[in-house]
């Protein structure tokens, strides 16, 4: 017995020591952390006169755990993708410039138009079909107001199917394309209200010929296209990838773990990802010159354009471009037997189409608006050629002063966009058209 208790004590000295030892080196090591943060501390103050800033260490790994964003940013523009201002995600097509992101946009079609319903759609007893097309003022009111133009156009007897067929930032040609496209897939039409302008003298200045960018190609095509990669540009993408996304673990790794607490870890992640942003900017700075020479040449700027310089002769060049578009989908339409209705898009900064008080024009005039003087030397020949397309047999009004006789508020930006009541005046000049038309059939 005695012989036995004495074996047991002999096994179990070896484990006891071995667990002092564990237990020892643990306290050692902590310890040691914690001396190594108590020095870092006191050296932090002594140097900097002040205690260290833990806060805007975390906030600095915050920033850089969200790293990757830039690298996603960058992807996007691989993939022809854009997102407005209005966060609406635009993808790149092959045949109307670009469209809305059929999967990352709510209510939008399979075809890439903010709508309820897909192509094709087709006429049927009893039911009036309408396409609206144009920019961002038209998708307002083919949407927003969708009931107001039902209204208007219910006094016809029948049910109305409103489609749209416009983009904010659409212009010329693009709803001529977005007509054929559209028609290319089946779809039959009754009616198509075709509401621009405005776009058409606006963005080819400002968004195209500012940028060496042919003015008839979509606006910022140059920016659209620049995320396209040659091989070169597709290697030094994954270099920069792997490069963010590696900062961007290290950051989440310590933040999750809350080593940011540590003055230690902070100071050993600074040193780290000062390396890691060093090398991201490098790769940053050789993707953009491998994808600017990528893109030099015809992709970004299309084909030459020798436009006037002169802006009389420049606006009517532009101007004559829109007459062109208009009456091509009149003849289209008229090909379709399709009515064909072209509204020329009201806006405020046209010369006396606007009583304005303080309010309003607090929030929708600004004198110093970039878009104005291209409105202003612009929109005089939009209404020339309007005259001449009405000449020509197109069913062409010229809305720029539909709101001249009323005070109260209309226009809710300072672009060009209008409230409903706006849009409601807009749909009972359409359905008095079309009443009148339907009279003398």
């Given at each position: 017995?005695?012989?036995?208790?004495?074996?047991?004590?002999?096994?179990?000295?070896?484990?006891?020591?071995?667990?002092?030892?564990?237990?020892?080196?643990?306290?050692?090591?902590?310890?040691?952390?914690?001396?190594?943060?108590?020095?870092?501390?006191?050296?932090?103050?002594?140097?900097?006169?002040?205690?260290?800033?833990?806060?805007?260490?975390?906030?600095?790994?915050?920033?850089?755990?969200?790293?990757?964003?830039?690298?996603?940013?960058?992807?996007?523009?691989?993939?022809?993708?854009?997102?407005?201002?209005?966060?609406?995600?635009?993808?790149?097509?092959?045949?109307?410039?670009?469209?809305?992101?059929?999967?990352?946009?709510?209510?939008?079609?399979?075809?890439?138009?903010?709508?309820?319903?897909?192509?094709?759609?087709?006429?049927?007893?009893?039911?009036?079909?309408?396409?609206?097309?144009?920019?961002?003022?038209?998708?307002?009111?083919?949407?927003?107001?969708?009931?107001?133009?039902?209204?208007?156009?219910?006094?016809?007897?029948?049910?109305?199917?409103?489609?749209?067929?416009?983009?904010?930032?659409?212009?010329?040609?693009?709803?001529?394309?977005?007509?054929?496209?559209?028609?290319?897939?089946?779809?039959?039409?009754?009616?198509?209200?075709?509401?621009?302008?405005?776009?058409?003298?606006?963005?080819?200045?400002?968004?195209?010929?500012?940028?060496?960018?042919?003015?008839?190609?979509?606006?910022?095509?140059?920016?659209?296209?620049?995320?396209?990669?040659?091989?070169?540009?597709?290697?030094?993408?994954a270099s920069l990838t792997a490069a963010a996304e590696s900062r961007a673990a290290w950051a989440r790794r310590l933040l999750h773990w809350r080593l940011d607490r540590s003055v230690v870890m902070c100071l050993l992640?600074?040193?780290?990802?000062?390396?890691?942003?060093?090398?991201?900017?490098?790769?940053?700075?050789?993707?953009?010159?491998?994808?600017?020479?990528?893109?030099?040449?015809?992709?970004?700027?299309?084909?030459?354009?020798?436009?006037?310089?002169?802006?009389?002769?420049?606006?009517?060049?532009?101007?004559?471009?829109?007459?062109?578009?208009?009456?091509?989908?009149?003849?289209?339409?008229?090909?379709?037997?399709?009515?064909?209705?072209?509204?020329?898009?009201?806006?405020?900064?046209?010369?006396?189409?606007?009583?304005?008080?303080?309010?309003?024009?607090?929030?929708?005039?600004?004198?110093?608006?970039?878009?104005?003087?291209?409105?202003?030397?612009?929109?005089?020949?939009?209404?020339?050629?309007?005259?001449?397309?009405?000449?020509?047999?197109?069913?062409?009004?010229?809305?720029?002063?539909?709101?001249?006789?009323?005070?109260?508020?209309?226009?809710?930006?300072?672009?060009?966009?209008?409230?409903?009541?706006?849009?409601?005046?807009?749909?009972?000049?359409?359905?008095?058209?079309?009443?009148?038309?339907?009279?003398?059939?």
């Open positions: 017995m005695s012989e036995g208790l004495g074996v047991l004590v002999a096994r179990t000295t070896p484990r006891l020591g071995c667990a002092k030892h564990a237990a020892f080196s643990v306290a050692a090591v902590v310890l040691g952390l914690i001396a190594a943060e108590l020095l870092a501390h006191l050296g932090y103050l002594a140097l900097r006169r002040t205690a260290f800033p833990r806060a805007a260490y975390r906030a600095s790994m915050e920033r850089a755990a969200d790293a990757g964003r830039t690298t996603n940013l960058e992807r996007e523009r691989a993939q022809g993708l854009w997102r407005t201002e209005g966060q609406a995600v635009e993808v790149v097509h092959p045949y109307l410039g670009f469209v809305q992101h059929a999967e990352l946009n709510p209510n939008t079609s399979p075809q890439g138009f903010p709508m309820y319903d897909p192509l094709p759609v087709s006429r049927a007893p009893g039911r009036l079909v309408v396409g609206v097309l144009g920019g961002s003022f038209a998708a307002g009111f083919s949407l927003d107001a969708r009931d107001l133009l039902v209204t208007a156009l219910k006094p016809l007897g029948r049910e109305v199917v409103v489609v749209n067929l416009a983009v904010g930032g659409y212009k010329q040609p693009q709803q001529l394309l977005a007509l054929a496209w559209a028609l290319s897939l089946g779809s039959q039409f009754d009616f198509v209200l075709n509401i621009d302008g405005f776009n058409e003298v606006v963005l080819p200045v400002f968004d195209n010929l500012a940028h060496g960018v042919n003015p008839y190609y979509p606006r910022a095509w140059d920016k659209r296209v620049a995320g396209f990669l040659t091989p070169d540009s597709a290697r030094r993408l992640w600074r040193t780290s990802d000062l390396a890691l942003e060093r090398e991201s900017a490098r790769l940053a700075r050789g993707l953009e010159e491998a994808r600017a020479a990528g893109v030099a040449g015809f992709l970004a700027p299309g084909p030459a354009v020798d436009m006037p310089s002169d802006p009389d002769r420049l606006y009517d060049t532009l101007a004559g471009q829109w007459h062109t578009c208009s009456l091509q989908m009149h003849r289209l339409c008229e090909a379709n037997r399709i009515r064909y209705y072209h509204f020329l898009q009201p806006n405020q900064y046209v010369e006396g189409s606007k009583p304005m008080r303080c309010e309003e024009r607090a929030r929708a005039f600004d004198e110093d608006h970039f878009y104005r003087p291209s409105v202003i030397q612009g929109y005089p020949w939009l209404r020339r050629h309007g005259a001449q397309l009405a000449a020509e047999g197109v069913r062409f009004t010229d809305l720029t002063m539909i709101f001249s006789g009323l005070e109260r508020p209309i226009y809710i930006d300072d672009c060009c966009h209008v409230d409903r009541f706006g849009y409601g005046l807009i749909a009972d000049e359409l359905g008095r058209m079309a009443r009148a038309d339907e009279a003398l059939r």
